[in-house]
């Protein structure tokens, strides 16, 4: 098994930055691909970013140039840079990854977080 737990989230100003957090705990030599989506009120779970153990991302259209995923694999955690926010990307931020290799564009995980709330004012 596998947690995670989100950190970072807050209310911000349209234009400002904000970095999210992903701190994985127990069997984390299991995990490879760590993704972050956003559901936002009355609207579905969205595609954010995504990172493979090595480092390599995948972006959303609507985040590519604004948000930058990283990851630490000595700290088992994972961030998401987010700059010049609008309010549309208001939403609940969740952490997730997965234990099997598959194509880095594939939106199947296994393990999520509980999210953390990002609220951009206009």
């Known amino acids: 098994q596998v947690q995670l737990v989100e950190s970072g989230g807050g209310l911000v100003q349209a234009g400002d930055s904000l970095r999210l957090s992903c701190a994985a705990s127990?069997?984390?030599?299991?995990?490879?691909?760590m993704g972050w989506f956003r559901q936002a009120p009355g609207k579905e779970r969205e595609f954010v970013a995504a990172?493979?153990?090595?480092?390599?991302?995948y972006y959303a259209d609507s985040v590519k140039g604004r948000f930058t995923m990283s990851r630490d694999n000595a700290r088992n955690t994972v961030y998401l840079q987010m700059n010049s926010l609008s309010p549309e990307d208001t939403a609940v931020y969740y952490c997730?990854?997965?234990?099997?290799?598959?194509?880095?564009?594939?939106?199947?995980?296994?393990?999520w977080g509980q999210g953390t709330q990002v609220t951009v004012s206009s």
């Open positions: 127990g069997r984390t030599s299991t995990m490879y691909t």
């Open positions: 997730a990854a997965r234990n099997f290799i598959a194509l880095l564009t594939t939106p199947n995980y296994n393990y």
């Open positions: 990172i493979s153990r090595s480092g390599s991302t």
